[in-house]
């Protein structure tokens, strides 16, 4: 079982340009989650989803959006990315309180 | 809001020593409490988790007791190993959404 994939691992980015992380999980759970680690501060929500078709925003969902159209996938969208975002990004689901998290993308934002 | 605070490390013991690491919360509710592990690479685990006052979680030799009086999720191991090495994370969930600390690096030499 692969529970959560992510994509890419890592990607170079240029500040300004767009950016979609991939976030698929098999385990079909209702509810999924993004977020943002950066050392010193731990992990930060960004936006969650209870859900399909539902989604909600977190501790810093600011230059981030989320979609929810089934509940295999989560994809994170940055629409015009900025240094501050340079960070690694987990995805994770969650059955009951238990969540699940993925290998991560590491973004740099130049 | 709720909040986790934890030790701050890194944590440097010797394969064998005991290990303590320190996790207090604010809280409303009576929240359910967790340790999460994350290994060089990897996303992060959980580790072992409490879902009220004087449960105990226990898991690969850790333990965790949750502690309603003094609002504490200390992590303990008796003999901790080098393959123990890692960042772990003390977290409480609030409406089924997770709040981490910061993370206490642990690193076990031989």
């Known amino acids: 079982t692969a529970g959560i994939t992510q994509a890419p691992t890592s990607q170079i980015l240029a500040a300004g340009r767009s950016m979609t992380l991939r976030c698929t999980q098999d385990?079909?759970?209702?509810?999924m989650y993004w977020y943002r680690q950066d050392l010193g501060l731990g992990l930060r929500l960004i936006h969650y989803?209870?859900?399909?078709?539902?989604?909600g925003k977190g501790e810093v969902p600011d230059g981030y959006s989320v979609s929810r159209a089934n509940t295999d996938d989560f994809p994170l969208t940055l629409a015009s990315a900025v240094p501050s975002q340079t960070s690694v990004y987990f995805c994770?689901?969650?059955?009951?309180?238990?969540?699940?998290f993925g290998p991560g993308t590491r973004l740099t934002v130049l | 809001g709720d909040s986790v605070t934890q030790m701050e490390g890194p944590v440097t013991l010797s394969e064998e020593a005991f290990l303590t690491i320190n996790c207090t919360y604010t809280a409303t509710g009576y929240p359910s409490l967790f340790w999460y592990v994350q290994y060089p690479g990897e996303g992060l685990q959980l580790l072992l988790k409490?879902?009220?006052?004087?449960d105990k979680g226990s898991n690969k030799g850790f333990e965790a007791t949750y502690r309603k009086e003094t609002t504490s999720f200390h992590l303990e191991k008796g003999s901790v190993q080098v393959s123990d090495s890692a960042v772990y994370f003390c977290a409480l969930s609030e409406s089924n959404k997770l709040i981490f600390g910061t993370g206490t690096l642990l690193a076990v030499q031989p």
């Open positions: 989803s209870n859900t399909a078709g539902t989604t």
């Open positions: 385990m079909r759970h209702n509810a």
């Open positions: 409490a879902t009220k006052a004087d």
């Open positions: 994770a689901s969650s059955c009951v309180d238990e969540q699940f």
